[in-house]
């Protein structure tokens, strides 16, 4: 049960767009098309944003996008707002051993 | 709406017990599988635990295997997380979360468990 591998810290300057990458295995991310995104501000519970690699929950801005190659899934965040500064995890399904879930180790967004 | 009140939180001892409850309500709770996800103090996110809908199946990460017990109490509509030999590494914000398709979907607010003497 290795974590997936995130960028300790990205930022942009408002209105622009940053992409955060989450790379797993075959066994995770590449196996399976069930990688979800959260977002966490400080001091809050995690907040879906992104499931089953590109779908929106209700209620989510379109800016917040999904995509998935091989074993490496992103968030793009477009027309970046100064509330898009928060913490953001990948997480995917871990496979039929286990049968949990596995996170990345977390993504800090700054807007500049 | 979803809500998940996690509760049972606070200091306990270096092998010591803890018992974590998690009452749901605006679902149909029996229908869903439900996870506990921790969180250490500036630290991300770790997957603990799950339980299918019906209580049938559990699954734990290694860390906590051997130690930590979920369970459920559909007609009280509340999840469990039972945990004994508590060590230093166990402290952390402990959150439930309502599954769907194996995706959290819903959060709870967490309870703090601190283990230290």
Redesign the interface.
């Known amino acids: 049960q290795s974590a997936l591998t995130q960028p300790a810290s990205v930022s942009g300057s408002p209105g622009q767009s940053i992409t955060i990458s989450c790379t797993g295995t075959s066994s995770d991310v590449g196996s399976y098309n069930l990688v979800s995104w959260y977002q966490q501000h400080p001091g809050k519970a995690p907040k879906l944003m992104i499931y089953e690699g590109s779908k929106r929950p209700s209620g989510v801005s379109n800016r917040f996008s999904g995509s998935k190659s091989g074993n490496t899934a992103s968030l793009t965040i477009s027309g970046l707002q100064a509330e898009d500064e928060a913490d953001y995890y990948c997480c995917s399904y871990a496979g039929s051993s286990t049968l949990g879930v596995v996170f990345g180790g977390g993504t800090k967004l700054t807007v500049l | 709406q979803v809500q998940l009140v996690e509760s049972g939180g606070g200091v306990v001892q270096p092998g010591g017990s803890l018992r974590l409850s998690c009452a749901a309500s605006g679902f149909t709770f029996s229908s869903y599988g439900m ?1 506990w ?1 921790r969180q250490a103090p500036g630290k ?4 603990v ?2 339980i299918r809908y019906d209580g049938s ?1 559990k ?4 860390s906590v295997k051997g130690r930590f017990t979920i369970s459920r109490d559909n007609s009280k509509n509340t999840l469990y997380l039972q945990m004994n030999s508590l060590r230093a590494e166990d402290t952390a914000v402990y ?1 439930c979360a309502k599954d769907i ?10 309870t703090l468990v601190t283990v230290s003497s």
């Open positions: 996870h996800v991300g996110l770790e997957w635990a799950f199946n699954y734990y990460a290694d959150y398709g194996i995706t959290i979907f819903w959060w709870g607010q967490g």
